[in-house]
């Protein structure tokens, strides 16, 4: 099918890659049209179709062809990197006589190359620094900050199918203060994690509560919820276990009785 340009149309210039020159319109002012009139056959690019049989052809008055270039078939769904610049208007040689219509007008917009790749650089950036922020933290997510290595000579499980419990049994402080000196140990061999918490008897109120403490790991002194009023109060600190292997999984849990001492520290 042959277009021929229609000329004194087009307000605006478009040169092609052999140097034709074509009228066109706005996409604004194609937007103004009559329904009727936007009629679209085919688009137009800067590179050419190399198609003979769907041409478009610049005449002049004698009817020589000044330019022409291949036209490339109408894409009913344009990729989101082309973008619509303008319209050709031209007349099509049918049956009917001769019609007027207009080649769309495609390009690549490099701006929205540029934003895809922003974009995807963007999501690659975030993934990277999800991962990054993932390797940093702990392998477990309840992991006791305050824990740190703590070792005593000879007291090791050496049996992976037991779990051995600190000894524990006063605890000292005085009126008014919330620190105490006391360690808590998860003695080197055990195959799981310990969560300690200690609870006064009487009244099942829990002190204090820590997180996951590894194997061969203490926390060498914490702070419990509230201070205490001097005298002598029977606790216990509770040991839940969990599996090394998912710090989910819970295991054998254990008591230890203790006694909390609250008294004024005498002079030596």
Not at 185 to 196: D, I, L, S, V
Request: hydrophobic share 35%; aromatic share 8%.
């Amino acid at each position: 099918m042959q277009y021929a340009l229609r000329k004194g149309v087009g307000s605006k210039r478009l040169k092609d890659e052999k140097g034709g020159q074509w009228e066109y319109i706005s996409r604004k002012e194609y937007r103004a049209l009559k329904d009727a009139e936007k009629k679209i056959y085919g688009d137009f690019k800067k590179k050419d179709s190399q198609d003979a049989q769907r041409q478009l052809t610049d005449l002049d008055d004698s009817g020589v062809v000044l330019h022409a270039v291949g036209v490339y078939r109408y894409d009913t769904s344009l990729s989101w990197s082309k973008s619509i610049t303008g319209y050709i208007p031209i007349t099509v040689q049918t049956a009917a006589g001769e019609q007027p219509g207009y080649l769309r007008i495609v390009k690549t917009s490099v701006l929205r190359i540029l934003l895809t790749a922003l974009i995807v650089l963007g999501i690659a950036a975030a993934i990277f620094l999800a991962w990054y922020i993932q390797s940093r933290k702990p392998d477990h997510p309840d992991l006791d900050e305050a824990a740190m290595a703590y070792h005593v000579e000879g007291v090791v499980n050496q049996d992976p199918n037991q779990i051995m419990l600190p000894g524990l049994s006063t605890m000292k402080l005085e009126p008014g203060q919330t620190h105490l000196e006391n360690v808590l140990h998860n003695p080197e061999g055990n195959p799981c994690y310990f969560r300690f918490k200690l609870v006064l008897i009487d009244t099942g109120e829990t002190l204090y509560e820590s997180g996951l403490v590894e194997p061969g790991k203490a926390i060498i002194g914490f702070d419990i919820n509230r201070p205490l009023e001097a005298g002598s109060y029977d606790g216990e600190v509770q040991i839940s276990t969990t599996s090394l292997d998912d710090g989910e999984t819970s295991l054998n849990n254990g008591v230890v009785a203790v006694k909390l001492e609250v008294a004024e520290r005498t002079e030596q």
